[in-house]
C-alpha cells in the first residue's frame, strides 16, 4: 500500500516568491496535517484539515495557508517567502483526525529560500 | 504552554550497550505522549502512545515508559540499525502535537 507522498521532494526559492507544496495521503485517510521541521529540532504544527475544513493552526504567519479537496489531498501554501521559512515540510495523515489516532508522515519537502 | 524537553541532545553507544533517552514535558493536561523514529531524509515513524503514568510498551529493542513529568525510551542490546533520530511528543488537541528537538542515537559495531 502506498504510503503518504508528498511533492516536490525538494524546492529552491528566493525570497518573496510564493511556493506551493502537495499531499496525498493514504487511501482512507480523511485528515491532513502539515508540520515544519528547521534543521535540528522537532517538526512544528502548521494546520489540520479534516473533511475540508480547517481543524487547526499552529502559530505561523498569514502568509501559510492551506486546503484540502475532495479527494482528501492538500496543499500547502507559503506566500512572500523569507530565509526563515528554509526548512523541511512534512505532511501526515490519519483516518479521522481523532486525538488517539498515530500519524503517518510522507518524506517531506526541502524547501531552500535564497 | 506545553513544552517537550529531551535529552541528551546526542548519544553514541556501542552495539550491545543499553541505554536511556529522557523526555521531560510540561502539559496543562496530558492528552497522550508519543515517541517517533526519524532516519535521514524521511519523515518521522510511529513508535508508541502512552496515556497515564505507569503505563509501558514494548517493541522489540525498545521499551517506552510514562511517569507524571516524564517518559523514557530504553534501548536494550542496541543495534546499529537503531540508529535514527528518536522525537517526543506531546498532544494537544486532535493531531497537534508539540515536538521535542530529538535525540540523534548513534550505535556503533
Known amino acids: 500500500d502506498a504510503g503518504v507522498t508528498q511533492s516536490p521532494t525538494h524546492l529552491i526559492k528566493t525570497r518573496g516568491q510564493h511556493v506551493t507544496l502537495r499531499c496525498s495521503p493514504i487511501?482512507?485517510?480523511?485528515?491532513v496535517s502539515w508540520y515544519q521541521q528547521v534543521l535540528g529540532q522537532g517538526p512544528q504544527f502548521i494546520f489540520q484539515y479534516y473533511e475540508k475544513e480547517e481543524r487547526g493552526r499552529g502559530n505561523f504567519p498569514d502568509r501559510f495557508s492551506a486546503r484540502q479537496f475532495p479527494n482528501y489531498s492538500s496543499e500547502l501554501n507559503v506566500n512572500a517567502l523569507l530565509l526563515g521559512d528554509s526548512a523541511l515540510y512534512l505532511c501526515?495523515?490519519?483516518?479521522?483526525?481523532?486525538?488517539?489516532?498515530?500519524?503517518?508522515f510522507g518524506s517531506g519537502t526541502q524547501l531552500s529560500v535564497l | 504552554e506545553d513544552q517537550v524537553t529531551q535529552s541528551p541532545e546526542a548519544l553514541r553507544l556501542q552495539e550491545g550497550e543499553s541505554s536511556s533517552l529522557n523526555c521531560s514535558y510540561t502539559?496543562?493536561?496530558?492528552?497522550?505522549l508519543f515517541w517517533y523514529r526519524q532516519d535521514p531524509g524521511k519523515g518521522p515513524e510511529f513508535l508508541f502512545t502512552l496515556y497515564s503514568a505507569g503505563e509501558e510498551k514494548e517493541k522489540e529493542r525498545l521499551k517506552a515508559t510514562l511517569t507524571k513529568k516524564e517518559s523514557f525510551l530504553h534501548i536494550t542490546a542496541p543495534k546499529p540499525e537503531d540508529s535514527a533520530t528518536y522525537l517526543c511528543a506531546v498532544q494537544q488537541y486532535g493531531n497537534k502535537l508539540v515536538f521535542g528537538a530529538g535525540t540523534i542515537l548513534r550505535v556503533k559495531s
Open positions: 501526515a495523515s490519519s483516518p479521522s483526525g481523532g486525538g488517539d489516532e498515530k500519524l503517518f
Open positions: 487511501s482512507g485517510h480523511k485528515s
Open positions: 502539559v496543562s493536561g496530558l492528552r497522550g
